[in-house]
């Protein structure tokens, strides 16, 4: 079982930053796939981007490449995700995410019905 709880979140103006956390109450955080989904006002929730359990290989949304980078530090069983030039479309709930399933097959597949553990959720606006 893994407990998942993201924090950072809040209110920023177009052009700024904001970085994410994800903390993971698991003894194997490390063999996990992570990953990042939002769901804005309306719209199905979407991918993202993930990190290998190693975390040598990353996938991201081609609508947050260049400036989103998600990380992890498995000391601290924690996983972050770096936005930068955040836009008014990226105002959503931002989902943390974690999966049992082999890298090659979440980072390719981009879809929640690969992950089996959530988090509540944080919410991120950005004001034009």
């Known amino acids: 079982q893994v407990q998942l709880a993201e924090s950072g979140g809040g209110l920023v103006q177009a052009g700024g930053s904001l970085r994410l956390s994800c903390a993971a109450s698991a003894r194997s955080f490390s063999t996990y796939v992570m990953g990042w989904f939002r769901q804005a006002p309306g719209k199905e929730r979407e991918f993202v981007a993930a990190?290998?359990?190693?975390?040598?290989?990353?996938s991201y949304t081609d609508s947050v490449k260049g400036r989103f980078t998600i990380s992890k530090v498995s000391t601290k069983n924690t996983v972050y995700l770096q936005m930068n030039s955040l836009k008014p479309e990226d105002t959503a709930v931002y989902y943390c995410a974690a999966s049992p399933r082999p890298a090659g097959v979440v980072l390719t597949t981009q879809s929640e019905s690969v992950y089996d553990y959530w988090g509540q959720g944080t919410q991120v606006t950005v004001s034009s």
């Open positions: 990190i290998s359990w190693a975390g040598r290989s990353t």
